[in-house]
């Protein structure tokens, strides 16, 4: 019964949030306001970085917003707002840059930097495999047979 209130207040402060900027833009019907919601959902805020202009309340995203809106008002396609902001701002506009030689490191060095971490853990294990365990002075062998009480073979080998 606790739970009811607190998710109450959870629903309430996180409305604003996902349903930030879009109140402003008036649309004719469902296909064009999805259109928009999908087209600002793919395009980075280049001011907060981590969020999509969807998600950003900053005023370069409100602004964006604005201006994606404003584009599709004047009937320019989805391809030509995408190629107008990458023009302005660069592929980091774009939450899936182009695969292209320039932008290689961003889609391969995750998979190459993971392949030279098992190559190198792999190495490492074979090492330590070669390695002979250590070798007891006969000292401590001694102190390890009093300790452990283990009656040592002739040899001086445990059982």
């Given at each position: 019964?606790?739970?009811?209130?607190?998710?109450?207040?959870?629903?309430?402060?996180?409305?604003?949030?996902?349903?930030?900027?879009?109140?402003?833009?008036?649309?004719?019907?469902?296909?064009?306001?999805?259109?928009?919601?999908?087209?600002?959902?793919?395009?980075?805020?280049?001011?907060?970085?981590?969020?999509?202009?969807?998600?950003?309340?900053?005023?370069?995203a409100?602004?964006?917003?604005?201006?994606?809106?404003?584009?599709?008002?004047?009937?320019?396609?989805?391809?030509?707002?995408?190629?107008?902001?990458?023009?302005?701002?660069?592929?980091?506009?774009?939450y899936?840059?182009?695969?292209?030689?320039?932008?290689?490191?961003?889609?391969?060095?995750?998979?190459?930097?993971?392949?030279?971490?098992?190559?190198?853990?792999?190495?490492?294990?074979?090492?330590?495999?070669?390695?002979?365990?250590?070798?007891?002075?006969a000292?401590?062998?001694?102190?390890?047979?009093?300790?452990?009480?283990?009656?040592?073979?002739?040899?001086?080998?445990?059982?």
């Open positions: 019964m606790r739970r009811a209130p607190v998710l109450i207040v959870l629903a309430l402060v996180a409305l604003p949030v996902f349903g930030a900027g879009l109140e402003a833009f008036q649309f004719g019907d469902k296909v064009p306001e999805q259109r928009f919601k999908s087209l600002i959902a793919e395009l980075r805020c280049l001011v907060c970085q981590n969020q999509s202009l969807a998600d950003s309340d900053a005023d370069l409100h602004d964006l917003r604005q201006e994606i809106y404003e584009m599709m008002a004047a009937g320019r396609s989805d391809q030509e707002i995408v190629d107008f902001l990458v023009q302005r701002y660069g592929d980091f506009v774009l899936k840059p182009p695969v292209e030689p320039r932008t290689w490191a961003i889609w391969y060095g995750p998979f190459v930097l993971l392949l030279a971490g098992l190559l190198i853990l792999v190495h490492t294990l074979r090492q330590r495999r070669r390695q002979p365990p250590p070798a007891f002075s000292e401590e062998r001694a102190r390890l047979d009093a300790l452990l009480g283990d009656g040592a073979h002739e040899d001086g080998k445990h059982t």
